[in-house]
């Protein structure tokens, strides 16, 4: 693993739903600011012309540096590495707008050197800035076979590493999925879900390095019951959030990776309740009933992960538990 300079902990932030948004369209970044993603990416590969990209390069610095994002987590997809674009997607983006910054993505990732190489760069524009080194996070979009098989080390590549995002269209062409509709099950696949080693990957890896795992998009952008269908698949695993394309998809995505209110209450309850019930008044048990159900450590361990969602989204608890008598 390579390090920065900042010995800080990354910050956890919420990445529900990760918005979209071509670097080179000022109309939809305006736009962009006013809508209740949790994310943000301004983005120079895919959804950028090549003829564009010099001009987007310096429309994105401005929105940056313009502010009006809120709590947003604000991010830039530069172009792969594979490129010659990329270098001076990452020199003119966080020379300009680097205090303005919250993570740079990388798309197709393969192989974690990759990582390296823009951790490299990143320190060395922050010590030539004046920023503060380490601060801006890195998002690994994972792509193709080869991205997959070095998930682990891509990963452990740099501290700097937040992410880990599936990349849907581009792997099933990697992998030559017969297959048009990104999202969707492939023709003749009829039992179970094609996708699930590859997110299944996606998410050990994350969870092993204390990592977020990142869905892709849902490309059928009028069909909100298709993207909430989808988006269930990956959130019911353990996915932190899913890439949203239209407006329309926000709401989905922030209801669809927030636990229900029912689950949350009862998350903050089981750890209210374990809390006492271990400690002296409580008569220092590691096992006791709520309601009806044993709780324990490992009821705690699972209550933490549901009630950081449900912090993180902004929940308000409905439901207090209080000790029982003495």
């Known amino acids: 693993m390579t390090s920065v300079e900042s010995a800080s902990t990354r910050p956890l932030r919420p990445r529900r739903s990760c918005l979209a948004v071509p670097g080179s369209s000022q109309k939809f970044i305006d736009k962009a600011r006013t809508l209740n993603s ?3 990416f301004l983005d120079l ?10 001009g987007a390069r310096k429309t994105i610095v401005a929105a940056l540096n313009e502010g009006g994002w809120g709590e947003k987590a604000r991010v830039v997809r530069v172009n792969d590495w594979t490129t010659e674009w990329t270098y001076r997607d990452v020199v003119e983006v966080v020379e300009g707008a ?22 490299l760069l990143l320190t060395q524009i922050e010590k030539t800035m ?11 979009q994972i792509e193709n076979a080869l991205g997959l098989t070095n998930v682990n080390e891509i990963a452990t590549a740099s501290r700097r590493v937040e992410t880990i995002i599936f990349g ?19 023709p003749g696949y009829d039992v179970g879900d094609a996708y699930h080693h590859i997110l299944m990957s996606i998410l050990m890896a994350a969870r092993a390095h204390d990592k977020q795992a990142i869905d892709g998009p849902y490309l059928q952008i009028k069909d909100v019951d298709g993207f909430r269908r989808v988006a269930g698949r990956s959130a019911a695993l353990g996915f932190d ?39 002296e ?46």
């Open 98 to 119: 680097g205090a303005n910054l919250d993570a740079i993505m990388l798309p197709k990732v393969q192989t974690p050197q990759q990582v390296v190489a823009l951790d």
């Open 168 to 186: 849907p269209a581009d792997f099933m062409a990697s992998i030559n999925m017969k297959s048009l509709v990104v999202g969707e099950q492939p």
């Open 45 to 54: 590969e895919d959804a950028c012309a090549p003829l564009a990209k010099p």
């Open 38 to 40: 949790d994310q943000v």
């Open 281 to 326: 008044a409580g008569g220092k048990r590691g096992a006791a009933m709520l309601g009806d159900e044993m709780i324990d450590e490992a009821s705690r361990k699972m209550a933490l992960v549901i009630s950081g969602k449900g912090r993180a989204a902004g929940m308000q608890r409905s439901d207090k538990w209080t000790p029982p008598e003495a």
């Open 241 to 279: 959030g899913k890439w949203v394309l239209h407006p329309g998809q926000i709401d989905a995505a922030n209801e669809v990776f927030s636990p229900s209110q029912e689950d949350y209450d009862h998350a903050e309850n089981i750890l209210d309740a374990y809390e006492w019930f271990t400690s």
């Open 130 to 140: 004046g920023y503060e080194v380490g601060k801006i996070g890195i998002e690994a």
